[in-house]
């Protein structure tokens, strides 16, 4: 056998005879075949299976090859490959079929090599597609992790010590950045942990009232206060057996985080206006934009309380320091916001403005900047019009590259260079992955330059 035997091909012909004859050519090569007389007949076929690759003559009686084109194209989009048999031998006749969406014609008379050339070409770019395909899948697996997106080597880290800690059980202190997206890692930490089919519940300390973040906490019985007129068990019991995540943790009271300490040491919780504790089964995840540990040494967080949290500490980049994780998540941004489901993309010059950008928002500022680029795009193409005026104005005042003025080509080459080691932080390996040179030739041009 000469080709891969999953490869699925129907042949379409009203003659017996060649039906058969196709037919049993092609089993003799490894290819698993069927046949239709008529083309109602193989669109029945193709309702029932699916086939990589179909033959039919243009001459036949019920439907003829060009309408069973017209029909499969419509009903199956670009699959399978459609190899056409016709009579027609000038150019103008076989440009209209491969318009329609025949992946390739044969002309009568033919030669069986002929349909054999034809069939392995289709072979081999379905071949190609599948790879393709693969590939794609396998980016997406190795670059995604619970909805996170990012190649760059500090979120592989991440990635890879969420995997290391998820079953543990143990507290976890995430720190970062407002909006680089400490909510999703503890999420991510969550669902990839062996209490993932219990509750996550999160709690923003800084938007509940002091007063009452202890009751949201610990719950309370009915009369502990005024306005106390029911029974509320609390967030430790909401979550209990799951994930409870503290954001905001150093907007916690001083006066409270006792209170916090000692449920933590003890594994149980007291109402408010009870004398009963009662256990919980809870995994601890704090964040915060701060560093914890210097909010300690100010006096503004109990340092015992400080360690009890910090069992594994995960430290997010902003979005300025992973630069090259933009692209992935602008492509999932672009994906979530698309109208009605139509593709769009960004053009390059928005791209290069995107890169650039120091998102001081980070990546919640970047997914609000694509909404609102995708609502006001047209023709399915983010421009650069598109962006907020604030944001191209802060780019045009940081520009590390411009061609203004009477330059001479060194001096644009020397400019371009550090703009993109600049870009890289750096990295003299990325500089030279994106300028097409090797690291030594970077090392030569700048010190040829300076010393000229």
Not at 15 to 39: C, P, W
Not at 80 to 96: H, S, Y
Not at 375 to 381: F, I, K, R
Request: with cysteine.
């Amino acid at each position: 056998m000469t080709e891969r035997v999953s490869v699925s091909i129907l042949v379409v012909e009203d003659e017996q005879d060649m039906r058969e004859f196709l037919k049993d050519i092609l089993l003799e090569h490894g290819y698993d075949v069927e046949t239709a007389s008529n083309g109602e007949d193989a669109l029945a076929l193709m309702q029932r299976r699916r086939y990589h690759i179909v033959i039919s003559d243009i001459k036949m009686p019920v439907m003829d090859g060009l309408s069973f084109l017209e029909r499969t194209r419509k009903e199956n989009g670009v699959s399978p490959f459609v190899i056409l048999i016709t009579a027609f031998g000038n150019i103008d006749d076989t440009v209209k079929l491969m318009d329609r969406g025949a992946y390739d014609y044969i002309i009568k008379p033919f030669k069986m090599e002929q349909i054999l050339v034809a069939v392995k070409k289709a072979v081999r770019e379905l071949d190609m597609r599948r790879r393709i395909e693969e590939l794609e899948e396998m980016t997406e697996r190795r670059y995604s992790f619970h909805n996170l997106a990012g190649k760059s080597p500090a979120m592989q880290r991440i990635f890879a010590f969420i995997g290391k800690i998820a079953d543990s059980g143990g507290n976890v202190l995430i720190e970062g950045e407002t909006g680089t997206g400490k909510e999703m890692i503890a999420r991510a930490i969550h669902f990839c942990s062996e209490r993932k089919g219990r509750p996550f519940v999160p709690v923003n300390c800084a938007s509940i009232p002091e007063g009452l973040l202890e009751s949201e906490l610990f719950g309370h019985v009915m009369g502990a206060f005024t306005d106390a007129k029911n029974d509320k068990k609390g967030l430790f019991l909401e979550a209990d057996g799951g994930t409870l995540l503290l954001d905001e943790i150093t907007e916690m009271p001083l006066t409270l985080q006792p209170k916090l300490l000692r449920a933590l040491q003890d594994r149980q919780i007291k109402p408010l206006g009870s004398n009963k504790y009662i256990p919980f089964d809870v995994r601890i995840i704090s964040a915060t934009n701060r560093n914890l540990l210097e909010e300690v040494r100010a006096g503004r967080f109990r340092e015992d309380l400080y360690y009890r949290l910090n069992i594994f500490r995960i430290e997010l980049p902003p979005l300025r320091q992973r630069r090259e994780d933009i692209p992935l998540l602008v492509q999932e941004f672009l994906k979530r916001y698309s109208r009605g489901g139509e593709p769009v993309e960004v053009s390059p010059e928005v791209m290069r403005v995107l890169m650039d950008y120091h998102w001081p928002g980070n990546i919640r500022e970047l997914e609000n900047v694509i909404e609102r680029a995708v609502y006001l795009s047209e023709d399915g193409v983010v421009k650069v019009g598109d962006l907020p005026d604030e944001m191209l104005a802060a780019g045009d005042s940081k520009a590390g590259f411009s061609l203004a003025g009477e330059k001479s080509l060194d001096e644009l080459q020397r400019q371009y260079i550090e703009h993109i080691l600049q870009r890289c932080g750096g990295n003299k390996k990325k500089a030279a992955e994106i300028l097409g040179v090797n690291r030594k030739t970077i090392y030569r041009k700048l010190m040829g330059m300076k010393n000229r």
